[in-house]
Each structure stands twice: as C-alpha cells, then as structure tokens.
C-alpha cells in the first residue's frame, strides 16, 4: 500500500528464516520504517497489543519490479536523446538508483552529461534540458526590483536550459546573471 509502490509489483524475501514469530491473539500490527521509499533490506516493525504483548523487528527484503530505460548503444556525454537510443526492460529496481528514468519519455531530447555505456540504466541526474538559449542568442530580458519592473533585450553571454542561471549583456554594455524563464526569455531580479 506503500505510495512508492503504486502499480508495481512487489514480492518479500525473508533475510533470517531462523526468526519465529510469536503467536499472538489479535492481528499483528505491522509497520515500515519512516523511509521515504522502502525498498530493498529494510525492518519490518511487528507489534501485538494482546496478552503480554511484544514487539519484533523482522528484516526482509522487498523486491520490486517494474519498467526502467536501458540505453541501446554507448552514449557520450553532450549526445542529445533519440528514441533509438533506449530500450524499456522490466527488472528488479530495489536496489537501483531514485532518480532512475522509468520510461524513454523521460529522456527523449534531453542531453546527457557524462558518458553511459551500453546497456546502462539511465538516471536523471546524468540528463540535463537541451539548451534553450546559446552564446550569442538574442533574448528578452525581464528585470525585477523591488518596486519596478522593466522589459528590454540582450544578448546572451553564456548558453543554458530552462531555470539554469546565465550571463547576458544589456545594451549599456553592462553584463548581468539571470535565469532562463522561457526559450529565448531570461528574468533578473535586483535587490
């Protein structure tokens, strides 16, 4: 029931098969621990409220399966995401990464960061957007102050993607740090 879980299927393998579990006269009360997403080894928290009552802490280890992206081919690093490039396997992911990409809509289009190699997972910590706006680029700039806002155009001076921080030259020749709003829009905001 775990919302981590959701639409996945799940399966319990028992770490220690020595433990007993004492009987108890009520349904045992069963808890995870306060972790984000439970997966793997984890302690199942048992509790009875009848009779003497007790508590066990029972190691196990939760599988579970779904779909993840694989990549086809090696990829290098600044190679931009073709549907071709990825393939979707159905696997164990307990013991893979959080930020693993789940489906090839994910990655399509995206640039990767550093080098994957064939047959590789892919995770969203080594994709970034493609850049929105390169060196050189037009763009409209929105300044923000505290009481004002202006509109105007400059020109790029660093390339970036959607709310990454890039340097742009305003006609006064003045060159100032904002963040990508848009494709070709960046807001600075001056205290």
Partial sequence: ?????????????????KIKIPSCSAPIEIALPAR????????LQLRCQKGQGWFLALPVRILVYGEYVLTTKFLQA?????PADLRVIEGDLSALPDDLIRSSGEAIGRQVLRPI??????????LKEPAVIRVGDRVRVQVIGVGFQATGEGVAQTAGSVNEIIKVRL?????LQGKISAPGAVEINIE
Avoid at 12 to 17: A, F, H, P, T
Avoid at 117 to 126: F, K, M
Avoid at 171 to 175: H, K, L
């Fill in 1 to 17: 029931k775990h919302p981590s879980m959701s639409g996945l299927r799940t399966d319990i393998e028992y770490v220690d098969s």
């Fill in 78 to 82: 600044g190679t931009k995401i073709a």
């Fill in 171 to 175: 006609p006064d020749g003045q060159v």
């Fill in 117 to 126: 190699q064939a047959g590789s997972y892919v995770s969203l910590n080594n």
């Fill in 36 to 43: 984000v997403r439970p997966w793997g080894r984890v302690n």
